[in-house]
């Protein structure tokens, strides 16, 4: 199951919903498959690493961003673009952004987005959350002779 339908993409798109609902009208399904061609290129592009395709009961908000994005841009190349409008670069950009976001989260190397990791394959990697950086002495009175030789012995 996708992690975007068609009411919770009108939801959430820089898009008036009205304009959503117009392209749906004249297009049936248009949106929904295009969420659907978004979601299996990203899930292509992260299954070495993640374990996709994502839940959709509670997906990652990266990931819901990542496919808003550009499924933003799909409906406004179908619907035309405002020859006046000067917020069409920043669509095109952040759809731009949103794949190569996808790009570098399917990176082994710079790959840094924190997503649910593969748990079934041997040495996959990912994100992962650090260990507590502490430091514990022997007992509690220690650090009073460690304080004390640093002041001694400087």
């Known amino acids: 199951m996708a992690i975007l339908n068609l009411a919770s993409f009108r939801d959430i798109t820089v898009m008036p919903a009205e304009d959503v609902d117009?392209?749906?009208?004249?297009?049936?399904?248009?949106v929904e498959k295009r969420i659907a061609?978004?979601?299996?290129?990203?899930?292509?592009r992260l299954k070495k690493r993640y374990a996709v395709p994502f839940s959709s009961v509670s997906p990652p908000g990266?990931?819901?961003?990542?496919?808003?994005?550009?499924?933003?841009?799909?409906?406004?190349?179908?619907?035309?673009?405002?020859?006046?409008?000067?917020?069409?670069?920043?669509i095109k950009e952040a759809a731009t952004t949103a794949a190569s976001e996808i790009l570098e989260a399917a990176n082994s190397q710079t790959g840094l987005f924190d997503l649910p990791l593969r748990e079934d394959?041997?040495?996959?990697?990912?994100?992962?959350q650090g260990g507590p950086l502490g430091y514990s002495e022997a007992s509690p009175y220690e650090w009073l002779d460690a304080q004390s030789e640093e002041v001694s012995f400087g």
């Open 22 to 30: 117009l392209i749906e009208s004249r297009y049936p399904g248009f």
């Open 37 to 44: 061609i978004r979601e299996s290129w990203m899930n292509a």
């Open 62 to 90: 990266a990931a819901v961003g990542w496919i808003d994005a550009m499924v933003t841009l799909d409906c406004y190349l179908k619907r035309g673009f405002n020859p006046s409008s000067e917020q069409d670069a920043l």
């Open 121 to 128: 394959a041997p040495g996959t990697s990912g994100v992962t």
